[in-house]
């Protein structure tokens, strides 16, 4: 495969050395960087290592990859019209090549590596970038043919033979456009915004986008009645004419449907093929020169090396001041309180692990609350306000604080955490209390707040006490997993894979004990005035159990340590 890979980017060897790429140099850093490709396990389905301490083998990743392309091709049938459900197809197509780009090959994209290896030698700067481009292109390729392989072969019982070859076409262009529209956002932010902005984007973009597919795959078949897609008429929207999945079912109604075919879709279809072709002169003329020096920059940059980086951090640091100062008195779990915000703010994984939470939870919400069957969308949602299901929204938001709890020990650089025991400390506890009020007053209060607001302005003000109930009985969720499961100073420990199966058990029951005083909750919510008496009890227990969790001693810390 990979030598037909590479025979294939020949052809485009005349277009790129009149842009200055050496198609000789080209050619022998793809072969070498597809041969280390091929030692390394895709990590779209997950990295873990066997018993052996092998990675696993790749077939499972391919089968998988061949799984999920099966399960995309139905789209295929879900139209009366080819135009539409090819539409619908690639639309996913590409946004699961987008996605595997984003999560398998940003850090590939800017590797810093061939700044040491390649560019020493008499390779120039063109080279290389389009090295990287065409490196990631292939690649994906692999993969794209393995989740068309479904759709290829389900279309040969819709049209026959020829629509195989045409298929093959397609899924071709949508890998290249995928490729192409990706690559190009990241040569042009990395070209107008400062290192540390570029890093902060790339993180935020991957946030954004596993948001988006988780909300897609869940929200999308509550609100869209799929049998109106049945006889639905793209053409009628002149918008569609812009979008990259149109152009490439286009090319479906022109070789195989001509005689419903029109000068519309005509101009698409050759956009679709054209327009890859143009994309990857584009990047090799224009974006490609520079690019690796500004890739150094972003390599060496440490993020503060500006003035208004400088100042922006003196104001954050004064507000931290002040805030942990008001929260956390005592001077040990002020350090806990301020050490927590910080890495919590600069460290990528843990933002990475932790910000979809606060998008999962309204999706997860809307997703039960729009259950009902045969209703609009105004219907659901009048059902959903005529009921108590906001009780079931602010308790869905302990796993914002399961996730963060689960994360705020764990970090890539624990090493560093030495520090905690060479300072003369005789109480750990009063770090861990600083870190767990760092969590609640930076992340959960704003997180309740929000979604409080949201509850008031839909439901009412009389949630009001429900909402304080729900939010006490969460807190000593966050309580008890804190004492139980979440013994190590901030930043302490190796990234776990999974928790061992004794503290698998205890979570359960934690979770299970607080599903019962919720449940417990929405039978008592007609008694107005026992919610707000309900309250003082929760808010107490909060305060013994705090308490407790302050007084962990290093015997306990490292008890933890040792327990698996």
Request: charged share 15%.
């Amino acid at each position: 495969m990979d030598k037909i890979l590479l025979k294939l980017v020949s052809l485009l060897n005349p277009m790129l050395q009149k842009t200055g790429v050496n198609k000789d140099q080209l050619n022998e850093i793809l072969r070498i960087k597809l041969l280390m490709d091929n030692r390394r396990p895709k990590t779209i389905f997950g990295n873990k290592k066997n018993k052996s301490g092998k990675p696993p083998k790749s077939i499972f990743s391919n089968i998988m990859v061949v799984i999920l392309g099966l399960m995309m091709s139905f789209l295929l049938f879900i139209s009366d019209r080819p135009l539409a459900g090819q539409t619908l197809y690639f639309s996913m197509f590409m946004v699961m090549m987008a996605l595997t780009l984003i999560s398998d090959f940003t850090t590939v994209l800017i590797d810093t590596r061939d700044q040491f290896i390649i560019l020493p030698r008499p390779v120039n700067d063109r080279t290389v970038a389009m090295a990287r481009f065409l490196h990631v292109t292939l690649y994906i390729t692999q993969i794209a043919l393995l989740q068309g392989l479904p759709g290829i072969l389900l279309v040969f019982f819709v049209d026959g033979w020829a629509a195989m070859p045409v298929f093959f076409i397609q899924v071709v262009e949508a890998t290249l456009l995928s490729v192409l529209l990706v690559n190009t956002v990241y040569f042009i932010l990395i070209k107008l915004v400062s290192p540390q902005k570029f890093k902060d984007i790339i993180s935020y973009v991957q946030i954004a986008f596993s948001v988006c597919i988780f909300a897609v795959y869940y929200l999308v078949p509550k609100l869209i009645n799929v049998s109106s897609l049945k006889h639905i008429d793209l053409l009628s929207h002149r918008w569609v004419s812009f979008l990259p999945p149109v152009w490439i079912a286009s090319l479906n109604e022109i070789v195989l449907h001509a005689g419903r075919a029109n000068l519309t879709i005509l101009v698409m279809a050759v956009t679709g093929l054209i327009f890859p072709v143009i994309g990857i002169w584009f990047v090799a003329k224009v974006l490609a020169p520079g690019f690796n020096r500004s890739l150094a920059i972003v390599s060496s940059a440490d993020g503060n090396s500006n003035a208004s980086a400088s100042t922006k951090k003196q104001y954050k640091t004064d507000f931290r001041d002040k805030l942990a100062n008001l929260v956390a008195p005592d001077p040990i779990e002020n350090a806990g309180f301020k050490i927590t915000w910080k890495l919590a703010a600069r460290t990528r994984e843990f933002k990475m692990k932790v910000f979809p939470a606060f998008a999962y939870v309204p999706i997860y919400f809307l997703y039960f609350a729009f259950n009902g069957k045969g209703q609009s969308i105004t219907e659901k949602y009048e059902t959903m306000k005529g009921n108590a299901s906001y009780i079931f929204l602010i308790y869905l938001s302990t796993f914002v604080l399961s996730t963060i709890l689960q994360n705020v020990s764990q970090s890539a650089k624990y090493k560093s955490a030495w520090v905690y025991y060479a300072l003369p400390i005789d109480q750990p506890g009063k770090i861990l209390a600083g870190m767990y009020k760092a969590i609640i007053v930076l992340y959960f209060i704003p997180y309740c707040l929000v979604l409080s607001i949201a509850t008031v302005i839909i439901w009412g003000p009389m949630t009001i006490n429900d909402i304080l109930l729900s939010f006490c009985i969460s807190t000593i969720y966050g309580m008890l997993m804190a004492l139980f499961m979440v013994k190590g100073l901030p930043f302490s420990k190796p990234i776990m894979v999974k928790a061992g199966g004794g503290k698998m058990i205890v979570s359960f029951v934690i979770l299970g004990l607080i599903a019962a005083l919720g449940f417990g909750h929405r039978f008592l919510i007609k008694w107005e005035t026992l919610i707000w008496i309900l309250i003082i009890p929760m808010i107490l227990i909060n305060w013994i159990m705090f308490i407790q969790y302050k007084k962990q001693s290093w015997d306990a810390i490292e008890l933890a340590d040792t327990d698996k």
